[in-house]
């Protein structure tokens, strides 16, 4: 039902990510935010006040992801996104997380789960090897120990709380690829997880070999995870199996013919908010673009600011900045291995949609 009510306001966005602050206190050797988090300014942050003049003017939305950085670093993370949760009703709540804040993990998470019972909470910990090797991969000593102890204590919530989902994301990169299938036959084995993926890695990382990963490799990691995945437990965790398949499937097409091979809606039905209140299209057109073309007239690639718009989305997705930006990536030759945006194209589109749901039933 909150698809088919997105598709009836094409022009209205669904998917919103909210980089609720940059600060992070890990250094992934993979990390393509990782300019944005040596620079992070906690002073520059929206505030709880700010979200609740946000949340007033924002549309209803299916999915909401809560981004950074470090999203738990926010010590007012649940008052921060309450009210954009009590406004906009989106369906799906998504966390990513390293894991490493155990005690505020578990405390903001049953704060969610307690307060809004019709959301599914989506906790996903990001682990990108076993032991040491994660630990190197993240820049930390302790990180593999620390988020271990974090999902033991999610997955004893979860006995209580059956609308947590969790879940363990990969970054396969040049720093894991060798060993890429050990560490998720480790995931599966040992973890458990209600979902498992793996990203591309993508963007300009922290070290710049990370991204030195032949498509190829991602090829076979998806078909290891289309045939290895959680058994599904119900139509709608089939359903999501499927699309996170043709997700797989159309990053694979994506990359592998250099070009965009299904239009995608960032800017429109996915936007990014960032955590001092401007908008991006997507996280990556500053990086697929060193600016934008001078037939733009623009100075970057940002729709608008928040703050400077009244604290209205819907003031800032009708400016000049923003309809020259969709125009820019529906007409350029713009094209990533961005998943979530990938996602956004999928779901946001009823042919697709339906084409799901077929193979579904099968």
Known sequence: ????????????????????????????????YWKETEAAAEKSELTTEETK??????????????SGGEPFLREDLFDLVSPIMEKSRPGFLSIPSNGIMTDRIIKTTQLLLSRYPWLRVNVELSLDGVGKTHDRIRGRI?????????????????????????????????LNQDGIFEILEYIKRELKPDRQEVLFA?????????????????????????????????????FRRELARQKRELIVETVSQNRMVMPCLAGSKLIVMEPDGRIRPCEMLETLHPSPPSSLGLENFFMGDLRKSNYDLAEVLKNDASNKLRDFIGHSSCHCSYECAALADLAFRPTSVFKIFLKTLI
């Open 202 to 238: 993508r963007g300009v990382p922290r070290n710049p070999d990370a991204i030195k990963v032949p498509i190829e490799r991602f090829k076979e990691v998806a078909a290891w995870l289309n045939k290895e995945s959680t058994v599904p437990r119900s139509f709608m965790d089939k």
């Open 142 to 174: 302790g990180a593999f120990e620390e988020l271990t102890k974090t999902w033991r204590e999610l997955k004893t919530l979860q006995k209580k709380r059956p609308s947590l989902r969790l879940g363990i994301l990969t970054v396969l990169s040049a």
């Open 53 to 66: 003049k946000i949340a007033e003017k924002l549309p209803r939305l299916v999915q909401l992801t809560l």
């Open 1 to 32: 039902m909150q698809l088919a009510h997105s598709w009836l306001r094409p022009g209205l966005p669904s998917y919103l990510i909210y980089f609720v602050t940059a600060r992070c206190n890990a250094k992934c050797e993979s990390c393509f």
